[in-house]
Nanobody, 116 residues
Framework: QVQLVESGGNLVQPGGSLRLSCTAS????????MSWHRQVPGKERELVAF????????RYADSVKGRFTISRDNAKNTVNLQMNSLKPEDTAVYYC?????????WGQGTQVTVSS
């Protein structure tokens, strides 16, 4: 059974930091591209960060470049998103996604709220 479980979401003040984690099971994690996405009510889900299967390639949305860092540990089947200098506009539900060819899996999401 495929599972992606996100954790680490919380309420944080502007300028603060959070680290999101996504733990995978039920598939060959090291063979999948992993990414983080976010969604706010009434808007489409958007890509935040991407990392290739061997972690050699990363990509970021312009809005988070220089503030967020995606990483993965294939031995632990985890992908992380380190978020620094958080802004109110980063408030969203954050989802991790695994993709390989025609296959893709999503987690259930974790809420990040940036507010004073």
């Amino acid at each position: 059974q495929v599972q992606l479980v996100e954790s680490g979401g919380n309420l944080v003040q502007p300028g603060g930091s959070l680290r999101l984690s996504c733990t995978a099971s039920g598939f060959t994690f090291s063979s999948y591209f992993m990414s983080w996405h976010r969604q706010v009510p009434g808007k489409e889900r958007e890509l935040v960060a991407f990392i290739s299967s061997a972690a050699g390639i990363t990509r970021y949305a312009d809005s988070v470049k220089g503030r967020f860092t995606i990483s993965r540990d294939n031995a632990k089947n985890t992908v992380n998103l380190q978020m620094n200098s958080l802004k109110p506009e980063d408030t969203a539900v954050y989802y991790c996604k695994a993709a390989r060819g025609p296959f893709e899996y999503w987690g259930q999401g974790t809420q990040v709220t940036v507010s004073s």
